[in-house]
């Protein structure tokens, strides 16, 4: 049986391999911070991040971001329940804000439609505070 270890080419000099691992890989709702602290002085520390991009590395710290840094930073929803609502829906604008994130206009839209009708349909405002 061979065992197919997909291992960054950078490794050598990375300053990782020269702290303990667990840092990196911490249990839910623990701090990242030591080891965004220890690729802050990487030479390879882009390296790694495109390295984790390209892999599309869910688990861990790679060139000082987190999974959902990385995700954000591909414009990915960092939640299951935003990976579930659909842009051009007033559920996709709310996930948007939710990320505080700037909305797309079919998203926006949507919810002005999806206000409009809840307005006549209740004679209320707004369904909710904040909503637009």
Do not use: I
Not at 71 to 90: F, I, N, S
Not at 114 to 120: K, L, T
């Amino acid at each position: 049986m061979t065992l197919n270890l997909d291992v960054p080419a950078f490794d050598g000099p990375a300053l990782c391999a020269e702290t303990d691992p667990d840092s990196f890989f911490p249990d839910k709702g623990h701090s990242v911070a030591a080891a965004k602290k220890v690729c802050g002085g990487c030479p390879v520390k882009d390296e790694c991040l495109q390295w984790a991009l390209d892999r599309d590395e869910r688990f861990g710290v790679w060139g000082g971001l987190s999974e959902r840094e990385r995700r954000r930073l591909h414009g990915k929803p960092t939640t299951k329940r935003a990976r579930q609502a659909e842009c051009g829906t007033a559920s996709g604008y709310r996930a948007h804000k939710r990320l505080g994130e700037e909305s797309c206009e079919a998203c926006s839209e949507a919810n002005r439609t999806y206000n409009r009708e809840w307005q006549h349909r209740t004679g209320r405002r707004t369904p909710q505070a904040g909503a637009a």
